[in-house]
């Protein structure tokens, strides 16, 4: 809780197995020009809720994120008059990386590919072992168009592309990114993202409104323990 780096946000994370695992297909806002692959938060504007996270970083661009069963859409706003970029990297996961990906806390990308299917969406998938070999499919969209892209590095069966995608001077300062994930095919990912993505705003509502209706499932009477009805709302 107290780490202050933003590394990537990523579309898949495992909890509670003790160990670190996920973090397929991530992204990161930058400013043109910034140099790096991270940056510091300020963590005094952190907000959370079911569905729901935000924070702003320290060069200005305030991060909101959102979700349905199997999409992400994100809200990043660039400072006023702020040349956007995002770093697109399927050479990212949570766990260390090893030559081979067979020791038992480690992980090898064997590939990761992006193709560009328009000026505002592109597709691909990432292959790696951590723990099993899997494949991550992928699709993703763009509010405005990408005016400029430049590859910083390119999948070669054991590492995965990373490419710094620019959208210059947004009219609102605001650009929403939409990936949807598949396990079987890119084609399917495509399907999730028609599906079930919408506007930022819009996912976030339904993503609050699914939290309700399991919440509801839980009565929690006068007499309960105080320690397990915070657990519970927890």
Request: charged letters at 25%.
């Amino acid at each position: 809780h107290d780490d202050g780096w933003v590394w990537r946000f990523s579309q898949t994370h495992v909890s509670g197995m003790g160990v670190p695992a996920g973090g397929n297909v991530a992204v990161l806002p930058l400013l043109n020009g910034e140099k790096g692959d991270s940056s510091e938060m300020d963590k005094a504007t952190e907000s959370g809720e079911p569905g729901y996270y935000a924070v702003t970083l320290r060069n200005g661009i305030r991060c909101e994120m959102t979700a349905s069963a199997r999409t992400a859409v994100y809200r990043f706003s660039y400072p006023k008059g702020a040349d956007a970029e995002i770093l697109f990297d399927v050479d990212w996961a949570l766990m260390e990386p090893s030559a081979d990906g067979e020791g038992v806390f480690s992980r090898s990308i064997r590939a990761g590919v992006c193709r560009f299917d328009s000026a505002k969406s592109l597709r691909g998938y990432q292959n790696l072992r951590c723990y099993v070999d899997y494949t991550v499919n992928f699709a993703a969209e763009f509010s405005a168009p990408i005016i400029r892209k430049r590859q910083v590095r390119e999948s070669d069966g054991r590492r995965g592309d990373v490419w710094r995608i620019g959208f210059g001077t947004l009219p609102d300062g605001v650009l929403e990114v939409r990936i949807a994930l598949s396990m079987t095919s890119q084609d399917a990912a495509k399907r999730n993202l028609a599906a079930e993505c919408g506007a930022f705003d819009e996912t976030r509502f339904a993503a609050s409104e699914r939290w309700k209706e399991w919440f509801g499932r839980l009565e929690v009477g006068d007499a309960a323990d105080p320690e397990i009805a915070a657990n519970l709302h927890a």
